[in-house]
């Protein structure tokens, strides 16, 4: 591995995601990453797993048997960075304490990333990603009803009822700045020679990603939003400018409509009375399913109108770019064959990053006595 960070050690004690994210990203350009786990194995044994600790050295211990707190201080000592995402407290109650480790060991990177922060009255809250959905208000960003009703103004059923989402913005979020935070860490460290503790709660850096927690747009717009085309595949269109709806409509051989009273005032398409949207709709939606979506996307693109096809996750990993661009790449897992993985997700011109190993490289009953060694597993990560 001869990534920028080859001859940094960290101990990764995270579980799930941010924790795990926040080391592998560091992992990726040449940090030697000891991943602890418990017992009984990763908290959350799923196939993402093995990515979020792809190459990595991995080691079980139980941090309530004084031996293996032993252990773990050890590898503390041996090291530059500490990766964790327990809630605040917790780390101290295992009796590995960040504020007396860190002033043991003064060149210490301490990152913690809990879910609320130390002087978070939440703090003990277990911040699974529904809480911290429903905490920062992005289960009420209710953007897609406004561009479904687009402009109509129509009344909509459980108008304040929250909308739920899966995706796992909290701990991505927090994940890639628990990485970055690291990295201004070090920066310090090589200039004033110490290291510091580093707390990036979830909660916090969800509203980098969500921005305002509630929707205050303008109403929606017939010009912006997604529309089903001939191949029963959709194609969401911005139509937010004037020349994106002229190209758009002259694509289409419709620029007649221009003249037309529904289309409104294309300079302000957020302007659209609700009837004007009514029968503007009652326009697109044949025009849009004379083509194929990608036949739209095709044509659109190459005026440039901003238009895509709504792929679903298995037809982006199908397109020739996701694998020549190096955003996707195939692995081979022992134990779970043939997998795809995101690839490096930060390109170094003069450094590149390399993945090791598609998940953990378990460290050996020797090494396990003298973990401190800063052997790599030299079976796998050549």
């Known amino acids: 591995m001869n990534g920028v960070l080859k001859g940094?050690?960290?101990?990764?004690?995270?579980?799930?995601?941010?924790?795990?994210?926040?080391?592998?990203?560091?992992?990726?350009?040449?940090?030697?990453?000891?991943?602890?786990?418990?017992?009984?194995?990763?908290?959350?044994?799923?196939?993402?797993?093995?990515?979020?600790?792809?190459?990595?050295?991995?080691?079980?211990?139980?941090?309530?048997?004084?031996?293996?707190?032993?252990?773990?201080?050890?590898?503390?000592?041996?090291?530059?960075?500490?990766?964790?995402?327990?809630?605040?407290?917790?780390?101290?109650?295992?009796?590995?304490?960040?504020?007396?480790?860190?002033?043991?060991?003064?060149?210490?990177?301490?990152?913690?990333?809990?879910?609320?922060?130390?002087?978070?009255?939440?703090?003990?809250?277990?911040?699974?990603?529904?809480?911290?959905?429903?905490?920062?208000?992005?289960?009420?960003?209710?953007?897609?009803?406004?561009?479904?009703?687009?402009?109509?103004?129509?009344?909509?059923?459980?108008?304040?009822?929250?909308?739920?989402?899966?995706?796992?913005?909290?701990?991505?979020?927090?994940?890639?700045?628990?990485?970055?935070?690291?990295?201004m860490a070090l920066v310090a460290r090589q200039r004033d020679g110490r290291g510091q503790h580093i707390e990036v709660p979830l909660y916090d850096a969800t509203f980098a990603a969500i921005g305002m927690p509630h929707w205050v747009g303008k109403p929606g717009t017939p010009w912006t939003r997604s529309y089903e085309c001939a191949d029963g595949r959709w194609i969401d269109i911005i139509g937010f400018h004037a020349k994106f709806i002229r190209a758009t409509l002259k694509e289409a051989g419709v620029e007649h409509w221009l003249d037309e009273p529904f289309v409104g005032d294309i300079r302000r398409p957020f302007k659209t009375t609700p009837e004007q949207a009514t029968a503007l709709l009652a326009k697109m939606d044949p025009l849009f399913r004379t083509r194929t979506a990608l036949e739209w996307e095709t044509a659109l693109n190459a005026v440039g109108v901003p238009a895509a096809v709504c792929r679903t996750t298995a037809d982006w990993l199908a397109t020739p770019q996701a694998r020549v661009s190096g955003a996707i790449v195939e692995q081979n897992d022992p134990r779970l064959g043939t997998i795809l993985q995101p690839g490096i997700l930060v390109n170094l011109s003069q450094t590149p990053g390399d993945i090791c190993l598609p998940h953990p490289c378990p460290i050996s009953t020797v090494q396990k006595s003298s973990p401190s060694s800063r052997h790599r597993c030299v079976q796998h990560c050549r």
């Not at 990764?12 to 592998?24: E, K, R, S, T, V």
């Not at 707190?69 to 960075?81: K, W």
């Not at 990152?111 to 277990?126: T, V, Y």
């Open 8 to 183: 940094l050690r960290v101990i990764d004690f995270g579980q799930y995601i941010a924790g795990p994210l926040a080391a592998m990203l560091l992992a990726d350009h040449g940090a030697d990453v000891i991943h602890v786990d418990p017992p009984g194995g990763p908290l959350w044994d799923k196939p993402a797993n093995a990515m979020w600790n792809r190459g990595k050295r991995a080691i079980s211990l139980d941090l309530k048997k004084a031996e293996d707190v032993e252990i773990a201080l050890r590898l503390i000592a041996s090291a530059d960075i500490v990766i964790e995402n327990f809630r605040p407290g917790v780390m101290r109650r295992l009796g590995l304490d960040s504020e007396v480790l860190c002033t043991q060991h003064p060149h210490l990177i301490w990152c913690s990333l809990p879910g609320f922060g130390s002087d978070d009255p939440r703090a003990g809250l277990p911040a699974w990603e529904g809480v911290l959905g429903a905490a920062t208000g992005n289960f009420m960003l209710k953007v897609q009803a406004e561009r479904d009703d687009a402009g109509r103004r129509l009344p909509r059923e459980n108008e304040d009822r929250p909308i739920y989402t899966a995706t796992p913005l909290s701990s991505m979020f927090g994940g890639c700045f628990g990485a970055l935070s690291v990295a």
